[in-house]
């Protein structure tokens, strides 16, 4: 009996704590900062004067907990103690902190993987064998892959640039939490130093909702790093009500790293009821030590004959062959990587219709580089500088997050063999460009214009400008918060010549072509949008909660100018979102909106319910040559 007076007691204050009350001290940690909120103070993390950890309510009830093995563990991972990172300045260039040894020889690179559960990346020597009951289900990171993954080796002269992309590629990997990597000088010589790696691992076995709906639901079961290696594998299951075959399945492999060559093979079949796709390929992506890179795919998607027809121009049958090789040459590594690339792409698109009608009018409604056969050449000459800040609390709430600073202003030459129409040349220019020291937080500026030219007439042709902003966290009575900018314009140069070619406003953050048939369609489009994130301070069983609010407006042409008020609309709507690296939907994004010009197809408010993932901002490193379009 006294053991379950005990166990009664503990539930009672585990729910009292996750709802407190004014009475209690409310001092929580997040980051960098302990914050006091019920007396509005900020005490900084370097303040050796104060005691940092949990409150006297809390440090009284993990004493309580520590009475029985299951209650020790299940406030493990409720809670987590105050461990400040050594370094709590929020903005840095992640290669100042290595540039003291640029230079020096590496030693010895030492490589450390920390659990999932109840470790602190800060602080590895917690080892969470309090939770080792749910660490023993995980497969740990092999060190081979790690090695795999940054960019400098034993023996070798440490460079800063290559040194901080490779934190920032350890954590971009989809089965790595968060990583540091840092320097040890030796005491015996001053031309060599041990370099010290350590990840933390993330949970990689969960699901992902593709798609959920009452008529559809899409969900993959994965493990994206299998025994340790980073290959992953995927099997998908889908049901559908609109057909006499209601469920579908489907599956894929990544193999990592073949042959240690940076190269990864990919391969997926999935019958989606509808109709089936098949495809696979191998990739090496361009990498700071990489000079070489390239990729060869083939993709297969077949309609079934019962399928369902929204879209009449959609090819009963497409496939697509693409190979490409580059080459880049590097000009600087000292402060930031810059270089040039040069690449070459041979991509065929072979869409076929079962009805001759559609061929006979392929001139007429179909867009050349959606569904009309061609063979196309595309070569893409590249001038990029890449470096990363570390930053916290931007989209990932609260973990580390790398963000790209640099430039990339690129141009592409290509020549198109069309079937059924004249050939045609392209061309396009591309610039893109990110910093943080024109103004008070984070910009970026990417713009681009491209176009098809047949008999010294262009056709195809878009131009898109888009500029994001935002804000450095702003701190108030215990709340962190960041604003959000972005102003998106696009425009069609030729609508006229192909009629499938339109802009479609639809809801929150999205412009979409070609699938919001009952909203505003048009062929020139401004859109302005703002967005304000609340990080809540609580941490509670892994999740984290950031509460936002945004507000949409713009105007899209169809016939008459852009800027009247028949063409302006705008909305408004708020949202929560709820992330947890460690669940098998990694964040869940609830909101709900406005739009009252917007038709919604039918609806001008709308709640919706999504598993997201965060919308970072892609470096400034080139990927393959692709045609500049609005998709």
């Known amino acids: 009996m006294e053991h379950l007076n005990i ?179 030796l005491e015996q010589t001053t031309d060599s130093v041990d370099i010290n790696v350590v990840v933390r691992d993330k949970w990689t076995i969960g699901l992902n909702l593709h798609s959920l709906s009452a008529k559809k639901v899409d969900i993959e079961v994965f493990d994206r790093n299998i025994l340790g290696t980073g290959s992953r594998i995927g099997l998908d299951f889908i049901y559908s009500n609109r057909y006499d075959r209601k469920f579908g399945i489907g599956g894929s492999y990544t193999y990592e790293n073949v042959a240690r060559k940076n190269i990864n093979l990919i391969g997926s079949y999935t019958d989606k009821i509808k109709e089936y796709e098949l495809y696979f390929g191998a990739v090496r992506e361009l990498q700071p030590k990489l000079d070489y890179f390239g990729e060869i795919s083939y993709r297969k998607n077949v309609l079934r004959p019962d399928r369902i027809d929204w879209d009449s121009i959609t090819p009963d049958i497409n496939e697509t062959f693409s190979v490409t090789a580059g080459r880049a040459f590097t000009l600087s590594d000292d402060d930031a990587i810059r270089r040039i690339v040069i690449s070459l792409r041979y991509k065929m698109k072979s869409p076929r219709y079962k009805e001759s009608v559609y061929n006979e009018h392929i001139k007429d409604i179909l867009v050349p580089y959606k569904y009309t056969k061609n063979q196309m050449l595309l070569m893409q000459l590249s001038l990029f500088q890449n470096s990363y800040m570390r930053e916290y609390m931007v989209y990932n709430f609260g973990n580390t997050e790398d963000i790209a600073q640099g430039y990339n202003i690129s141009t592409q030459f290509g020549y198109s063999r069309f079937s059924g129409m004249d050939n045609a040349f392209y061309t396009s220019l591309s610039a893109s460009y990110g910093s943080n020291e024109i103004l008070n937080g984070n910009i970026y500026l990417t713009s681009a214009i491209s176009s098809f030219f047949a008999k010294k007439k262009p056709f195809g042709g878009v131009f898109k400008f888009n500029s994001r902003y935002f804000s450095p966290l702003f701190k108030f009575s215990g709340l962190r918060f960041r604003q959000f900018f972005s102003l998106d314009y696009s425009k069609l140069l030729h609508p006229d010549r192909y009629l499938g070619d339109r802009i479609y406003m639809g809801e929150h953050t999205t412009l979409k072509m070609r699938d919001w048939r009952y909203d505003k369609k048009g062929t020139e489009f401004l859109l302005f949008k703002s967005e304000t994130d609340i990080f809540s301070n609580y941490e509670i069983a892994g999740f984290r909660f950031l509460f936002y609010s945004f507000f949409d407006m713009g105007w899209i042409k169809q016939d008459k100018k852009l800027f009247q008020n028949d063409n302006f609309n705008y909305g408004i709507g708020v949202g929560l979102r709820l992330r947890n690296n460690f669940i098998v939907f990694n964040t869940i994004d609830l909101k709900i909106g406005f739009y009252p010009k917007l038709d919604q197809g039918g609806f001008n408010s709308f709640f919706k319910a999504t598993s997201s993932t965060p919308d970072m901002y892609p470096n400034f490193t080139p990927g393959i040559p692709e045609e500049i379009v609005l998709e």
Do not use: C, M
């Open 7 to 185: 166990n009664i007691i503990y539930i009672i204050s585990l729910i009292a704590l996750l709802f407190p009350s004014r009475s209690i001290a409310n001092i929580y940690y997040y980051q960098d900062t302990i914050v006091n909120i019920e007396n509005h103070n900020i005490i900084q993390a370097n303040d050796t004067s104060t005691v940092i950890g949990l409150p006297k309510e809390y440090q009284a009830l993990k004493k309580q907990s520590s009475k029985n093995k299951w209650t020790k563990r299940l406030f493990s991972l409720l809670f987590h103690e105050a461990r400040p990172p050594e370094d709590i300045e929020e903005k840095r260039n992640i290669a100042d902190e290595f540039k003291p040894f640029e230079g020096k020889i590496i030693r010895n690179i030492n490589i450390s993987v920390l659990s999932p559960f109840g470790t602190n990346i800060n602080h590895p020597e917690e080892d969470g064998a309090d939770l080792n009951f749910l660490n023993n289900l995980h497969a740990s990171t092999r060190e081979s892959t790690i090695k795999s993954l940054i960019q400098f080796r034993e023996d070798q002269p440490l460079r800063a640039s290559i040194a901080a992309s490779s934190e920032a590629e350890l954590r971009n990997a989809g089965y790595i939490y968060d990583a540091r990597i840092s320097v040890d000088p």
